[in-house]
């Protein structure tokens, strides 16, 4: 076995990734690495091998034919194994099967942070020029929080995600959602992942302006991904505010202890009343005013900049998708929602005894169409094996926005 030095922001799922090997594998080589919430930088791992994906080739089989039955590019298996040839194989000889989806972008590498994000969203401009990407401002330690835009058109539609920290899921569901998009307006990278939800991109595309915030909260992600050590500025006072836990995969709030789905002002003291929280907290406590957050200020800054037409804000869990805000929303509010809960086979519900989220304040501040979405089921964070289920939810959910 080979030794590994963790580095900063590496998790134990990052690192089976990278050496294409199971967290469960790692576990067993390294069997502390499951008694202690998070990986400290400087501890050292033993890698054993990696175990890439092998088959044994039948009679009769050509290159062609496995290509296409593990989803692969012909080419790409040809990559992986120099000197194949199309016909007169050699049955029973041991080929590599590549990695699915090679040429696809937005991937669970471990769990999706921060630098994923950036490295995708850099990826995706690069690959399709007529995406635009950019910042809507930054969060409270610093961190520009993305916004991508796709789209002239006059119909303006928004969606974000990882409002929530521990809600990081909903930031690749949603951006794969994006890759998708762009894919069928520019039909050149297609390949295993093409458009498949009816309709043309191409006249999406000329009608509307699709504005999507992935990860509204960077800093709570990277919490609940990483933990924190003794040398960040805040360190006292999140373990503090998380009730002497090490563990933060059950925080919501931002940095400071805030959470941002009750930050809008929209009954704001009535959610207050209501959740009770008078301090920073690792969920529920709605600060100590409308908007003081960053991450809240910014997202309602751009919202009044655009005047959006529609709004979505992806969370989790539930299978849900809330459509009225204190009999505010305009009408067609719930014929929409029963035609995304069609779409998605969640369910459309009549949410009461809630105030101070983002779709409440848009509802109320612009009477205009509002939803909060929420994908999954399960304990957040939602395990990375319902990514696929997930984000094939999150794509009918967009693609039926879209066709408005």
């Known amino acids: 076995m080979r030794e590994y030095i963790v580095q900063k922001g590496d998790t134990l799922h990052r690192v089976a990734s ?4 199971s967290a469960d594998t790692l576990i067993v080589d390294n069997p502390w690495a ?6 400290i930088s400087g501890q050292v791992l033993y890698i054993r091998p990696s175990t890439d994906r092998k088959y044994v080739i039948q009679p009769g089989e050509s290159a062609r034919q496995i290509a296409k039955q593990f989803g692969v590019e012909l080419d790409e298996l040809r990559l992986a194994n120099p000197g194949l040839a199309e016909h007169d194989f050699t049955e029973g000889k041991i080929i590599v099967i590549p990695e699915d989806h090679e040429d696809q972008i937005v991937r669970l590498r471990g769990e999706y942070g921060y630098e994923d994000l950036k490295e995708d969203l850099a990826a995706l401009a690069r690959r399709y020029p007529f995406i635009e ?3 809507i401002g930054t969060s409270v330690m610093g961190k520009d929080i993305p916004y991508v835009r796709i789209g002239q058109g006059t119909r303006k539609i928004h969606a974000n995600a990882s409002v929530h920290a521990n809600e990081w899921l909903t930031t690749p569901c949603l951006l794969r959602f994006i890759e998708q998009y762009a894919q069928g307006i520019d039909g050149k990278h297609i390949g295993t992942s093409q458009w498949v939800y009816g309709g043309s991109p191409q006249d999406l595309l000329e009608h509307t302006s699709l504005w999507v915030v992935p990860m509204v909260n960077p800093d709570g992600v990277e919490l609940v991904q990483q933990g924190v050590l003794p040398t960040h500025p805040l360190y006292h006072d999140l373990k503090k505010w998380n009730e002497g836990r090490a563990d933060y995969r059950g925080w919501k709030a931002n940095i400071r202890g805030v959470d941002l789905n009750d930050q809008f002002p929209a009954y704001w003291e009535e959610e207050v009343r209501r959740r009770g929280k008078i301090g920073p907290s690792r969920r529920d406590y709605a600060g100590p005013a409308p908007l003081s957050e960053p991450e809240s200020k910014a997202l309602a800054d751009l919202t009044e900049r655009e005047q959006f037409d529609m709004v979505l804000s992806i ?10 805000y204190r009999d505010l929303e305009p009408k067609e509010s719930r014929d929409w929602a029963l035609r995304l809960a069609a779409a998605t086979g969640y369910r459309a519900v009549k949410l009461g005894g809630s105030d101070a989220g983002y779709k409440d304040w848009f509802i109320q501040r612009f009477g205009k169409p509002g939803f909060t979405v929420e994908v999954g089921l399960g304990v957040n964070p939602l395990p990375m094996r319902d990514y696929d289920d997930i984000a094939a939810e999150v794509g009918m959910l967009m693609a039926t926005v879209l066709s408005w």
């Open 18 to 21: 990278a050496f294409k090997l």
């Open 34 to 39: 499951a008694t202690q919430p998070y990986l």
């Open 133 to 135: 990407v950019g910042s």
């Open 315 to 324: 969370h989790s869990q539930g299978q849900e998708i809330y459509w009225n």
